[in-house]
């Protein structure tokens, strides 16, 4: 950022945000607004904080992803969230990927 250096960039990074992209899809605790990730990331920037989650829910997911055992998250990835986004979305679910 030597070229700018009165620049300031914010890294946004939410997980699942209700759009027109995934048919606005109704808000839970993995899914939130955008105007819920945007006051979110206004608050995160206020406080001094450059790379936000746009909500304390997606920032506890990122936790877990980083935290959790790869094969605990895939499981618990696979079992519930993978089957009702694809009920949800009348869509036929992926193949489960085999593990060595």
Known sequence: MNEYPKLDITLLK?????????????????????????????????????????????TIQAWLYLTVPSWLYMTIWEKFVVADFCKERKITPPTPIERY
């Open 14 to 58: 939410p997980a699942e945000v209700s759009t027109g992209m995934n048919n606005n899809r109704s808000l839970d605790i993995f899914t939130i607004s955008s105007e819920d990730s945007t006051s979110g990331m206004m608050h995160d920037i206020e406080r001094g904080i450059r790379i936000s989650n746009g909500s304390w829910n997606h």
